[in-house]
């Protein structure tokens, strides 16, 4: 049974930094897609950023190219995202999922790529 779930979310103020992880369990990452997406309310859940560790390709949305970096630790099982230079506008409900590997990932950052979510970790951005 696949498993998920995220930790280190929470509140800052604008300009700030927050790790977000993802811990894993019950699934293999190798030729598959793993990403983190975001939801705040009244939006639809869009895609924040996306690896492919075969190959180590990785996708990150305009919106926070620069700021923010997703990596993945084989060891401990577990998926990051470090956001760096944190806006107003990026707080939301962060979620990670991964893909079953069952079909060709065309789009990395559309949310109906992926089959298996977490429960998601909030971050507040106060400006």
């Known amino acids: 049974q696949v498993q998920l779930v995220e930790s280190g979310g929470g509140s800052v103020q604008a300009g700030g930094s927050l790790r977000l992880s993802c811990e894993y369990s019950g699934y293999s990452y190798i030729r598959k897609w793993m990403g983190w997406f975001r939801q705040a309310p009244g939006k639809e859940r869009e895609g924040v950023a996306a690896f492919y560790a075969t190959g180590r390709l990785t996708s990150h949305a305009d919106s926070v190219k620069g700021r923010f970096t997703i990596s993945q630790d084989n060891s401990k099982n577990t998926m990051y995202l470090q956001m760096n230079s944190l806006k107003p506008e990026d707080t939301a409900m962060y979620y990670c999922?991964?893909?079953?590997?069952?079909?060709?990932?065309?789009?990395?950052?559309?949310?109906?790529?992926?089959?298996?979510w977490g429960q998601g970790t909030q971050v507040t951005v106060s400006s």
């Open positions: 999922a991964a893909s079953s590997g069952a079909r060709t990932v065309v789009r990395p950052l559309a949310p109906y790529e992926y089959d298996y």
